[in-house]
């Protein structure tokens, strides 16, 4: 059981370059998250969705896009890439999400750095 | 808006001995789930205690417990018997028992355990 897949694991990217995290989990949760956490800080949520063609803006959505058609693929688009978006960009799943005390399960990151 | 506070950046505890991570957090609401996440240096976030605020008795995982003061709004992370494998990013998070979908991160404290 794979759990949640993120790809890439490490990105470079140049200043206005577009690029799209990928996120994939096997576990058929209906709740997607990301995250990013900058260096020294916590994780801060990005976006999230309740299910397919559902998503909502977390706390730092600005300068990303997402989609969600399908249970399993939650990707995020970076349209321009600006050095503030350097980070490690996690994604998570859940079964029933905030209703519950249930965990998290997190996939393992990726690091992108925006030059 | 709700805060998680983790005032020791870095700790360190001998193998086999006690160690207790801080962490307080900042809410005007009555019903809400804490969570103590353990990241290794592999990166992946791993659930390692939870506690539901309406619960009064603290919550135990083996080696690992917490004591929850509620009126303090205080959560700390108490590990027994520690092992090198615990050795990692430790965060404090925060979710609002309403329906949010948005765990609020501490800043995280650093442990490492010497041999």
């Known amino acids: 059981n794979a759990g949640v897949t993120q790809t890439p694991k490490f990105r470079i990217l140049k200043i206005g370059q577009s690029m799209t995290l990928q996120c994939a989990q096997d576990m058929n949760h209906n709740y997607m998250y990301w995250y990013r956490q900058d260096p020294g800080m916590g994780l801060k949520l990005i976006y999230y969705s309740v299910g397919a063609g559902i998503t909502d803006k977390g706390e730092v959505p600005n300068g990303y896009n997402v989609s969600r058609s399908t249970t399993e693929d939650f990707p995020l688009r970076l349209e321009l890439a600006a050095p503030s978006q350097t980070s490690v960009y996690f994604c998570?799943?859940?079964?029933?999400?905030?209703?519950?005390?249930?965990?998290?399960?997190f996939g393992s990151g990726t690091q992108l750095s925006v030059l | 808006a709700q805060t998680v506070t983790q005032s020791q950046p870095e700790m360190s505890v001998q193998e086999a001995e006690t160690v207790t991570l801080s962490c307080t957090y900042d809410t005007s609401e009555s019903d809400y789930y804490l969570f103590w996440y353990k990241q290794p240096p592999s990166r992946q976030m791993i659930l390692v205690i939870r506690?539901?605020?309406?619960?009064?008795q603290n919550a135990t995982e083996n080696r690992f417990s917490v004591n929850f003061q509620k009126a303090a709004k205080s959560f700390s992370l108490k590990i027994s018997d520690s092992q090198l494998g615990d050795a990692a990013m430790y965060f404090c998070?925060?979710?609002?028992?309403?329906?949010?979908?948005?765990?609020?991160f501490g800043k995280g404290t650093k442990l490492t355990v010497n041999p």
């Open positions: 998570a799943s859940s079964p029933r999400g905030g209703l519950t005390n249930e965990k998290l399960f």
């Open positions: 998070a925060y979710r609002s028992a309403g329906g949010s979908e948005k765990l609020v």
């Open positions: 506690q539901e605020a309406y619960k009064q």
